[in-house]
């Protein structure tokens, strides 16, 4: 009846869900992918892209995909062997547990027939597979909580994986064990399959029969006590080897269900009597039917996605794949993401986060953030800033795509998730930094203007709180005890030392770059120290200058006077900057701790 | 002889043949080298908005090391020189050792200040020595003329890199002499690259670039030697796109130290060039001298 009614309804859910993110691929996109193609483009694009490559070379290099790296999961195993294990135990004893307990009657029957799950080797092969889903969840509820792994984060979709899979196998092993015990199980199957005669109230064979299960395969009775007659107990197995044993097993083979049957059986009789195999049965059904409906919106999706993932990646690539393609493998890889966090645990900027506390700094929680953005959820101006700031202080060294288990090309997403943010007009200071040597190398992919207004925008923003401060009109305070500048470095302090000398200003290669280098750069090296020196604050750290310089060093190697020039200008640009993420709203700290 | 290798970011997205030729290099000079997958961003880029943060990357790298007994070697000049600037001011500064050990401690580390920086070319003239290092050599060039690009961070400040005099450094040009190859004194060879403002100023940066290359030329370059991914990146970035005022001009590859060496040291092509250069430098081969090609 559950059954009946429920299976129809979670594969319709399942399927409307499946529908609902094939949509979403082929619909949604970054801006930078996916704005010359509409869907029907994409639709094409990817018929014609998997048409090709099935026909082609690349078949092969989809075919060692499928084996190495979604069959025996060779990206995990190079990264860590016992997560690996972890995942081998969960991926294969599930697998066996869906396509040879759960679809039984679909896959076994027609391989093995006749096919019966309580027959050896089928009997025990299923509690093995429980054991290893078991084996594997304990180490993954370990790494989870007990083994405390910097940067892993931990959301309600990972409680719920373990939580659904825990329910299925926990109500799977203990029905099994009270099935054992139950006395109304017994009764039903004898009356269904035993060959034992005429009336059944005191029956003697059946007595017999109950007699051996009682003693040999865990059942719990009420009938049976005291010493047993041996005679009996033959009787009863005679009877059991020609109406039981042809489709049954011991149940002892069942070696998650047997122990817990043994454990289970002083309060048996009572919990039969409540009737608790059935209603067991019902959870373990439904969890099963809950995990399936839910599966494609879940985290547990990944069991599809992710192979889709890693077979594309296998034969796709910037230079050779149809742009649409990579538009659409990019949504693809959005729901590829099984949140395991190892991008965030290797992460090159992982101490960054440490510092400023903005989680969109980790590969992985910047993910989920830009599944939420090309969802099209209006996010917050802070959120929006938030997300850029963690994702332009990527240095695109390349190793989330390398260690990522399902193989997503993290890489671009983040090179293109970047371009879009820059491009919404987001004041970002990072662009101000090394941080945009990347983007520089590649600025031939970028249409000119794009490619500047982000960078000219910034450079106005990071001036702006300076302006009033540079106009003058505050007296100046000259008196010879040098102000205070909240330098963090402390051996930056010196530029009091500065006799005007403009060694620095003469030596600096940006200066040399132009023509009339005070109207391009305002305050030069000299003019900077100078300004410090009468502790005129705001036109030294709002000028230009701070901002093109190369840090190449030359100013501080030939002061005569030992001011650490170059270390002066970083101290600027950091108050400057400072200042600039403080009035964004972004949390955590930034630049100096005064 | 072992360090504790420090790849940073770029070399292993971008350079990946600067990693494999000094792997490759390394090894036949018997240098040991240990791979730390915990290793993150020295902080380089980071150092202009967020000091603190910058000390942190880098720090964490340092502790890391220490932990494991290990001196650093840098193939990246930024990197050396972020990762040394680190650890002298965490050796001058207690207060700052003591906040960025308290962040450190999350992750179950501690920095005491017992790590030494160094760079590959540093490690190459001092650790392994040049005499050694000559020993080596099976294929010395002929008639190669170099234009080594000794590169700002490692230079600079001199008084936290210790790298070289940095008014007449001499590192670079005894090792490229080493090799045979004929070593310029070149009229910009102290200059920077330009990178560090690529993305920020792109006319400033490029224009540092195209002069530099243009004065290697102009002394007669065949090559420009680097040993840092910035400068190497920069030079072929400035080379690889249509240059108004030189486009017509020949281009002065790029050439990594580790790839002029190890040619000479008879190490195969595959593993100094594994990966394949946007300006090609490949050429330096025509260079071995004949006596020595059949060798």
Redesign the interface.
């Known amino acids: 009846m559950v059954y009946q009614f429920f299976l129809p309804l979670a594969l319709a859910i399942f399927g409307l869900g499946l529908i609902y993110k094939i949509y979403f691929w082929f619909s949604k996109g970054l801006v930078r992918t996916s704005r010359n193609f509409t869907t029907w483009e994409r639709v094409q694009a990817a018929f014609q892209g998997i048409f090709k490559t099935i026909f082609s070379l690349q078949a092969g290099a989809l075919a060692k995909a499928l084996v190495l790296d979604v069959l025996f999961q060779r990206r995990t195993f190079k990264e860590d062997l016992l997560r690996w294990a972890m995942h081998m135990s969960i991926y294969w004893g599930f697998m066996v547990l869906l396509l040879m307990h759960a679809l039984g009657s679909l896959v076994m029957a027609p391989l093995f027939p006749p096919y019966y799950s309580t027959v050896n080797p089928f009997f025990f092969l299923r509690d093995l597979s429980g054991l290893l889903v078991l084996a594997g969840m304990s180490l993954a509820v370990y790494r989870r909580f007990i083994q405390k792994v910097?940067r892993l984060k931990t959301h309600f979709m990972d409680y719920y994986a373990l939580a659904i899979l825990m329910l299925i196998l926990g109500s799977g092993i203990l029905m099994e064990g009270i099935k054992i015990t139950s006395y109304s199980e017994f009764l039903q199957m004898a009356r269904d399959f035993g060959t034992i005669d005429s009336k059944w109230e005191g029956n003697q064979e059946l007595q017999a029969l109950e007699t051996l299960w009682v003693r040999q395969y865990g059942l719990v009775s009420p009938n049976v006590k005291g010493p047993v007659d041996p005679q009996v107990l033959a009787r009863g197995r005679e009877i059991h080897e020609m109406s039981c044993l042809e489709c049954h097993s011991a149940t002892s083979w069942a070696f998650l269900g047997y122990p817990t049957a043994k454990l289970l059986s002083p309060i048996a009789l009572f919990l039969d009597r409540t009737g608790l195999p059935a209603i067991l049965w019902v959870v373990h059904v439904l969890s099963c039917l809950v995990g399936l409906a839910y599966l494609p919106f879940s985290k547990m999706g990944h069991i599809l996605f992710t192979p889709l993932s890693l077979l594309m990646n296998a034969v796709m690539d910037r230079e050779r794949s149809h742009p649409a393609n990579i538009a659409t493998r990019q949504m693809i890889e959005l729901d590829a993401c099984t949140h395991c966090g190892t991008c965030s645990t290797?992460?090159?900027?992982?101490?960054?986060y440490?510092?400023?506390g903005n989680e969109n700094i980790l590969p992985s929680e910047k993910l989920h953030s830009l599944k939420a953005l090309v969802r099209g959820k209006a996010l917050e101006p802070v959120q929006l800033r938030s997300l850029l700031e963690g994702v332009y202080?990527c240095?695109?060294?390349?190793?989330c795509t390398?260690v990522c288990p399902s193989g997503i090309n993290l890489?671009e997403l983040w090179v293109d998730l970047k371009e879009d943010l820059v491009q919404r007009g987001i004041p970002e200071?990072?662009?101000?930094?090394?941080?945009?040597?990347?983007?520089?190398?590649n600025?031939?992919l970028h249409p000119r203007k794009e490619y500047d207004a982000p960078?000219q925008m910034v450079r106005q923003a990071v001036a702006l709180p300076f302006e009033e401060g540079k106009k003058g009109g505050i007296p100046l305070d000259l008196s010879h005890q040098a102000p205070a500048l909240p330098v963090?470095?402390?051996?930056a302090r010196n530029f009091a030392n500065c006799f005007v000398c403009q060694n620095c200003t003469n030596i600096c290669?940006?200066v040399a770059?132009f023509e009339n280098p005070e109207e391009a750069l305002g305050l030069l090296p000299h003019q900077i120290m100078t300004s410090l020196g009468l502790g005129l604050l705001d036109p030294a750290r709002g000028n230009r200058m701070i901002?093109?310089?190369?840090?190449?060093?030359?100013c501080?190697?030939h002061c005569p006077q030992g001011v650490?020039v170059?270390?002066l200008l970083?101290?600027l640009?950091?108050l400057a900057?400072?200042n600039q993420r403080g009035s964004a709203g972004l949390t955590g700290?930034?630049?100096?701790?005064s | 002889m072992k360090f504790a290798l420090f790849i940073g970011c770029n070399i292993p997205a971008r350079v990946g043949q600067y990693l494999t030729s000094a792997r490759a290099v390394l090894d036949r000079l018997g240098v040991e080298l240990a791979d730390f997958r915990s290793f993150g961003c020295c902080g380089y880029p980071l150092r202009s908005l967020d000091q603190q943060g910058y000390l942190l990357s880098s720090a964490r790298n340092l502790a890391i090391a220490e932990n494991a007994g290990l001196d650093i070697l840098a193939l990246c000049k930024c990197c050396f020189g972020s990762l040394k600037k680190a650890a002298q001011v965490l050796k001058e500064s207690p207060s700052l050792k003591e906040e960025i050990n308290r962040f450190l401690g999350r992750e179950g580390l501690e920095y005491q200040s017992r790590v030494q920086v160094k760079h590959i070319l540093s490690v190459l003239y001092h650790d392994v020595g040049l005499e050694a290092l000559q020993g080596k050599i099976i294929k010395p060039y002929k008639g190669l003329k170099v234009a080594p690009q000794v590169g700002c961070h490692a230079l600079r400040p001199s008084r936290v890199t210790q790298f070289d005099d940095p008014l007449h450094p001499v590192i670079f040009d005894a090792l490229v002499r080493a090799t045979g190859a004929e070593s310029l004194a070149w009229d910009s060879r102290l200059d920077c690259c330009g990178a560090p403002l690529l993305g920020v100023n792109d006319e400033v940066s490029l224009q540092r670039t195209r002069d530099k290359i243009k004065k290697s030329r102009e002394a007669g370059a065949d090559y420009l030697c680097t040993a840092c991914p910035f400068c190497h990146l920069q030079f072929e970035t400035a080379q690889k796109r249509p240059l108004s005022s030189e486009g017509s001009e020949k281009p002065v590859a790029p050439l990594l130290y580790t790839q002029l060496l190890g040619l000479s040291l008879g190490i195969e092509e595959e593993r100094l060039w594994s990966r394949e250069d946007s300006v090609d430098s490949r050429g330096i081969r025509s260079y071995i001298r004949e006596d020595e090609k059949h060798a």
């Open positions: 910097p290797r992460c090159s900027v992982g101490a960054v440490e510092t400023w202080c240095t695109s060294c390349d190793r390398v890489r200071r990072l662009i101000l930094s090394p941080y945009s040597f990347v983007r520089g190398l600025q031939a960078i963090f470095l402390p051996d290669p940006v770059a901002w093109d310089c190369l840090t190449c060093y030359q501080q190697e650490m170059t270390d970083y101290e640009k950091n900057a400072g700290q930034g630049g100096l701790r």
